[in-house]
Structure formats: C-alpha cells, structure tokens
C-alpha cells in the first residue's frame, strides 16, 4: 500500500485540486467558490488532503463538526488512485481528528447504488440509520443516511 499523507487543506493551490477531484467524482460536485466558504466557516468545516509520495493531492475528505457530531459531506478520490487505500486513509484520519475535536457520533450521506462507499463505510462500522428519498441529482436517487456511534473506539484503519 502506498503511504499516503493526509493534511490539511490549507492554500488556493489545494481547492484546485479538490475542485479537480470533485469533478472527476461527482455528477453534481461542489464549487471552488463553495470550498473557499467552507474554509471560512473556522471550526466547524474541515478538509484534508489525501498526497501520494511525489506530493500529488489524491483525494480529500470534507466534514463539518458541530457540537458532539461529525458530518461527512464529501469524500473522493481521483478515479486512477481508487482502491489504493487513499480513502481508507482519509476516512480513518477524519474519524480520529472528529474524535479528537470531540464528536461522539458520525454521519453521512451515500447513493443507495455507490457499493464502493458502501463497502468502505461498512469497514469502519457505519450502519444504515435512514433513508432521503430523492436526495441525489443527476441522476436522481435516493440517499442512505449512515451512522456510527461511539467515535472513539476502534478507529484503527481496518
């Protein structure tokens, strides 16, 4: 496995990227103008970046933590690098900085039909908490809301 680096996102130059990884990713992605807000919202809003060796931004993983909760909006990586463990990385490393931060729980949002996420998300003990019928565009599709309770055990990387 490649020993991936995760940092924070933190100049201009990485918002590129993660807009790149957004786009190649997502039918509906977010904005560069959404991310710089994201990053105005001190506190609450987070990004890190997934870096290969060389130093190439991969992936990211953004997440909001309020209060005693950490809410995954957004994680991808570049469709060459999937199945590395670049999102394993990230997802282990935002749950223990969410841990850290205080949450105590975590949620998300997955397209019923992504079982790559589905299977990655299981791994690190989410479970199916809902349903937002609906939820996706293009194409429209319904939403798996899932959680995981008790955010500080076992964030080893599985």
């Known amino acids: 496995m490649t ?3 995760i940092k924070p996102l933190t100049t201009p130059e990485d918002i590129d990227a993660v807009v790149t990884i957004e786009e190649a990713s997502f039918t509906n992605p977010w904005t560069r103008d959404m991310y710089i ?3 105005e919202n001190r506190g609450v809003s987070f990004c890190y970046l997934a870096q290969d060796p060389r130093g190439s931004i991969v992936g990211f993983c953004s997440f909001w933590r309020v209060l005693d909760e950490l809410h995954i909006n957004n994680l991808a990586v570049l469709p060459d690098f999937r199945r590395g463990g670049a999102a394993s ?14 949450a105590r729980r975590a949620t998300l949002e997955v397209r019923r039909s992504n079982e790559a ?7 690190f003990g989410f479970i199916v908490a809902g349903v937002r019928r609906g939820y996706y565009t293009k ?3 319904d939403a798996l ?3 995981r309770d008790q955010l500080m055990d076992g964030l080893e990387s599985p």
Do not use: D
Not at 95 to 101: D, S
């Open 3 to 5: 020993p991936w680096i």
């Open 37 to 39: 807000a994201e990053q």
């Open 89 to 102: 990385a990230l997802l282990a490393y935002v749950l223990k900085e969410g841990a850290r931060l205080g």
């Open 117 to 123: 996420a589905r299977t990655l998300y299981e791994r």
């Open 139 to 141: 194409p429209v599709e």
């Open 145 to 147: 809301v899932l959680s």
